[in-house]
């Protein structure tokens, strides 16, 4: 009787190799099919123990196609609505100028779940290629905006058919092994706000060329038609050519079900050893981790990060228009070009910091003091902003370059330190489906944020001779306000991480 349950049992496993014909089986148990981009990666991964940089590289170069027309239109944004004419009032240029901001990542909102899960259906790949073309286009037509609602029009466009961000969030882990991990995700964090930098210091160089370079633009040019297309043209360039190199990216995601095949059919085969009782608390487990809003380490992380977000594209809106207005209206008087040349310097070292300080930091120190640290460093520097506008000459450029650079580097060990967590709060499989969660309320905050800095700019200027925080005190204020916001909630019971990750 015995023999014959074994003569059973290996004719069942036999049975059900059979039914996965296309696995195959290499050292410690892993299971490859032939064919399939994912499982390729997979083995590439089990063969190079190495950091991936050609993926990385990917990473690096996609973000930054993305980021740098997000940004390259604030240092000129406040000439542009002045040029349109819908502001009838200087003081309504920040009204205006924040709903523009606005659109994209109002446009991003809408969409941004769509794109993840697209992203888990059909390939990480497709869903970057096409969201960097939309760069292309788009931005390319913000820049031969003639009307504000083109302007705004255009933005929304660029945003609600660029998904990238989730996915490349999700591409970035699963290019490399679990000990590169942290190092992926601040590529990711560190190409975003290098982009974010970078494109306002090309803005601000090359806005308005007719002015600025008369010897090579005439004002009857095109460019002296459109001053604001160069700066747009040249981001669309690169995303084009980023584009162009992303046909050779390898895809990441799985394209058959035979981890699914193989997974029942090990079940069969061991079906017989398991409990019943076990295999039932298994299948729990595993319906537990799908549901992404009862993962409250998942969802804590991600308030969190809505409330910094917010904070960053609040700062990133009033900085520009704070130091290019007026000073009469309490702000320092800066042309566009001296705003690049600053965000140009913090965009270098910020790349510095992000390579070779913050990894050794945050080894040390863990992502949940890296948040809190950052954080509460950061208040005091907004509240020396406003005094800055009692400098001049030299002294005004080396102070503004200084506090900018400390407040992006605190900015981006925030935000790096939030995609550590996030990623760590699940499993491999959730990570398209959490990064697409994280990514929609953000957006939602981000599209919030430069409306509502534009109104309390414009607001502020309208009163710069009251007693209690006057003009832009205001404004630097209710920054921080929120900064205060966010390093509260970085503290237990609120912020929660998964007890395996669970450092500070």
Wanted: aromatic fraction near 12%; include cysteine.
């Amino acid at each position: 009787m015995e023999e014959q349950d074994h003569d059973g049992l290996r004719h069942h496993e036999a049975a059900a190799e059979s039914s996965v014909p296309l696995l195959e089986k290499k050292a410690g148990g892993l299971l490859y099919v032939e064919g399939c981009p994912g499982c390729a990666i997979d083995r590439r991964k089990a063969e190079n123990p190495g950091i991936p940089y050609s993926s990385f590289l990917y990473v690096w170069v996609i973000t930054l196609s993305t980021a740098l027309p997000i940004s390259s239109l604030f240092p000129y944004l406040y000439f542009m609505i002045r040029d349109l004419h819908v502001a009838k009032r200087t003081e309504d240029i920040g009204f205006y100028a924040g709903f523009v901001g606005a659109s994209f990542m109002f446009g991003r909102f809408l969409t941004a779940t769509i794109w993840g899960i697209a992203a888990d259906r059909i390939g990480r790949k497709p869903v970057i290629l096409f969201s960097v073309f939309s760069v292309v286009v788009f931005n390319t037509l913000f820049g031969l905006s003639v009307t504000y609602w083109m302007a705004i029009a255009t933005r929304f466009l660029m945003g609600a058919l660029n998904g990238l961000l989730g996915p490349i969030k999700a591409y970035s882990i699963e290019v490399c092994r679990p000990e590169h991990e942290a190092l992926a995700l601040s590529l990711v964090s560190t190409s975003w706000a290098i982009g974010l930098i970078i494109g306002p210091a090309l803005g601000g160089y090359l806005a308005l060329p007719a002015e600025k370079y008369p010897n090579i633009f005439s004002p009857d040019s095109f460019f002296g038609r459109f001053p604001y297309f160069l700066p747009c043209l040249c981001t669309s360039v690169f995303a084009a050519v980023v584009l162009i190199g992303c046909l050779w990216m390898p895809e990441t995601l799985h394209k058959h079900k035979a981890s699914e095949n193989g997974k029942q059919s090990v079940e069969a085969v061991e079906g017989h050893l398991i409990d019943p009782q076990e295999k039932v608390e298994e299948s729990a487990s595993v319906d537990t981790k799908k549901s992404l809003f009862k993962n409250w380490p998942l969802m804590s992380s991600i308030i969190v990060y809505c409330i910094f977000s917010y904070h960053d594209m609040a700062y990133t809106e009033v900085f520009s228009l704070w130091a290019e207005s007026d000073k009469k209206y309490g702000g320092l008087g800066l042309s566009s070009e001296d705003v690049g040349q600053t965000l140009g310097i913090t965009g270098g070292s910020l790349l510095v910091y992000q390579m070779f300080i913050y990894p050794r930091i945050n080894k040390v120190l863990g992502p949940i003091k890296c948040c809190q640290i950052a954080a509460a460093l950061c208040i005091p520097i907004l509240f020396a902003y406003p005094y800055m506008t009692y400098l001049s000459g030299p002294a005004l450029s080396v102070i503004l370059t200084i506090a900018s650079v400390l407040k992006n580097d605190i900015a981006a060990t925030i935000i790096t330190s939030i995609f550590i967590l996030q990623n760590n709060a699940v499993s491999q499989d959730q990570r398209g489906a959490a990064n697409g969660l994280a990514m929609t309320a953000m957006s939602l905050f981000k599209a919030v944020a430069p409306a509502g800095a534009g109104i309390v700019f414009s607001w502020a200027q309208t009163r710069q001779h009251t007693f209690f925080l006057p003009g832009d005190h205001m404004v630097f204020f209710l920054l921080n306000m929120i900064e205060l916001l966010g390093l509260v909630l970085t503290f237990k019971p609120f912020l929660a991480v998964p007890e395996h990750n669970d450092r500070n």
